[in-house]
């Protein structure tokens, strides 16, 4: 076994065993502690997986999916299922943030447990659902991508039932509904793909694999839908919002930085891969669903006045830009909708640890109910400030360059169609900065509120380890776009390719 296969199983590994250790330790905060141990562990597996034999920009243009680590193992024999990993520039930097957000929420508990259950449960189930992502990101077996989709389901609900606040078993049982129907709709996909190419290996299956145009069509719009849900996209967002209110802040963090993610992900890697003519037929669909996301997403969080919905809400608004980046299937729309993922899983990530704090320190999240932060946390007003010019983005941060790739990419797509896309879109990105310079002064500017006026100046040397790292990163992939941009772009190109 090679340095990378074996990374690659370490990965998966590490994250369950310190799962299955952290549920058998007794002592709860020395659970918790063994929890952030597996989960540093794990973050830094990921770390050397990058570049394998082909180092940054090399990359071959057949097959479409060329991994730098692949472990291909018999799984099952008698239906040519098989354990097969690998990861590649797509892959990547999502399993690089999937780790780094899960170390940042195992760590956040050593300070702070939310109040509905013992740590040492909430630590465990938080690995549980770091491999079900991982293993989703890493999968190259359709069936396996499937196992692992699957694995995050209960994890989620229960973090969200036995953490969240007071309307959470409500939340959590609509979280569960949506989801499963989209899991129906994805099972249902993998068994037409499976069927009619012979294989479930994702490698061969990449460009169509033969199948018919119209096994393609069917196929791609039940996967389309399936990971419309996950994300999710509009119109079938109306479980985000509550699973975002009611879940405890790290549940939040994980649930829009990486678990939506599994959505975008798939889109590109299985919809958009395996189904060419499909995507093709579904593009100019695709794109203005997306900017009617985009233009609803900003127009509720114009009206929204609860600090963790209006985030919620946010997240509809740049999924869409995500969305638009693929619909395009273009290069520049594709890396866009990558570049998009990873900086709304930093800055929304971000924005969720701020909220958090914010809302247990006034125990509000009323937006009429938070004026004046900047007088009595400076320090906290200041850091949400940053987050939220982030995510309305503002050049030289990270959330500037999916939405600004995206347009152009539509704009490059040409036709009146995708003009107009192009500049609704736009329209949409005004909006965002809108509401986010709304929610700035209401929460920050003003009066201090009774319930602002009692906070303390200070933060937890806690609080800053955790957000710290978002920080550095939101800076550094919007100065530097090409620490995701030139790994995903050998792949990327490799993929259009196929498209065409």
């Known amino acids: 076994m090679s340095l990378g296969q074996f990374l690659l199983v370490a990965v998966l590994a590490v994250p369950a065993v310190g799962a299955v250790a952290v549920a058998a330790i007794p002592h709860d905060p020395a659970a918790r502690l063994v929890g952030t141990v597996a989960a540093a562990l794990t973050l830094l597996a990921t770390l050397p997986l990058v570049g394998g034999d082909h180092g940054w920009f090399g990359y071959g243009p057949r097959p479409a999916v060329q991994p730098w680590h692949r472990l291909d193992l018999r799984w099952v024999p008698g239906l040519d299922l098989r354990f097969h990993l690998g990861v590649d520039g797509i892959s990547w930097p999502l399993v690089v943030l999937t780790a780094l957000l899960t170390l940042l929420c195992c760590g956040y508990t050593l300070w702070r447990v939310p109040a509905g259950g013992s740590g040492r449960a909430l630590v465990a189930l938080l690995l549980v659902v770091e491999v079900g992502i991982l293993g989703t990101f890493l999968a190259l077996d359709l069936v396996l991508f499937f196992v692992f989709f699957e694995v995050v389901l209960l994890p989620m609900y229960a973090i969200i039932a036995g953490w969240g606040g007071d309307d959470r078993r409500r939340a959590a049982r609509k979280f569960v509904l949506y989801t499963l129907s989209g899991s129906v709709l994805l099972l249902v996909g993998v068994y037409v793909v499976v069927a009619a190419a012979g294989t479930a290996d994702l490698v061969a299956l990449t460009g169509g694999a033969g199948m018919s145009r119209g096994t393609q069509l069917a196929a791609f719009t039940l996967l389309a839908l399936a990971f419309a849900v996950k994300s999710p996209l509009w119109p079938l967002h109306?479980?985000?919002?509550?699973?975002?209110?009611?879940?405890?802040?790290?549940?939040?963090?994980?649930?829009?930085?990486?678990?939506?993610?599994?959505?975008?992900?798939?889109?590109i890697r299985v919809a958009v891969g395996v189904a060419p003519e499909g995507a093709r037929w579904a593009a100019p669909v695709l794109g203005m669903l997306a900017v009617a996301a985009i233009l609803v997403g900003s127009l509720v969080c114009l009206a929204q006045d609860e600090l963790k919905r209006l985030i919620a809400y946010s997240s509809v608004g740049h999924m869409g830009f995500v969305l638009l980046g693929v619909a395009t299937l273009t290069a520049t729309g594709i890396q866009a909708a990558l570049i998009g993922n990873i900086a709304h899983g930093v800055i929304t990530g971000?924005?969720?640890?701020?909220?958090?704090?914010?809302?247990?320190?006034?125990?509000?999240?009323?937006?009429?109910?938070?004026?004046?932060?900047?007088?009595?946390?400076?320090?906290?007003?200041?850091?949400?400030?940053?987050?939220?010019?982030?995510?309305?983005?503002?050049?030289?941060?990270?959330?500037?360059?999916?939405?600004?790739?995206?347009?152009?990419?539509?704009?490059?797509?040409?036709?009146?169609?995708?003009?107009?896309?192009?500049?609704?879109?736009?329209?949409?990105?005004?909006l965002t900065a809108a509401y986010f310079l709304r929610l700035l002064r209401q929460v920050t500017h003003g009066r201090p509120s009774p319930a602002v006026g009692r906070l303390a100046p200070g933060l937890a040397g806690a609080e800053l380890t955790a957000w710290a790292p978002l920080v550095l990163l939101a800076l550094a992939v919007g100065l530097a776009p090409a620490l995701v941009l030139g790994y995903a772009s050998g792949p990327v190109d490799a993929l259009v390719e196929v498209l065409r």
């Open 350 to 430: 971000l924005l969720f640890f701020l909220a958090g704090a914010v809302k247990d320190r006034t125990h509000t999240g009323a937006l009429a109910e938070l004026s004046g932060l900047r007088e009595t946390a400076p320090r906290l007003a200041g850091l949400l400030g940053f987050a939220a010019i982030a995510s309305l983005g503002l050049p030289g941060l990270a959330g500037f360059w999916g939405e600004a790739f995206a347009v152009v990419a539509a704009v490059r797509r040409g036709g009146g169609l995708w003009t107009t896309l192009a500049v609704l879109a736009a329209v949409g990105g005004a």
């Open 238 to 267: 109306s479980w985000l919002p509550d699973a975002h209110t009611q879940a405890p802040t790290v549940g939040s963090v994980i649930l829009a930085g990486v678990l939506l993610k599994m959505g975008t992900y798939g889109l």
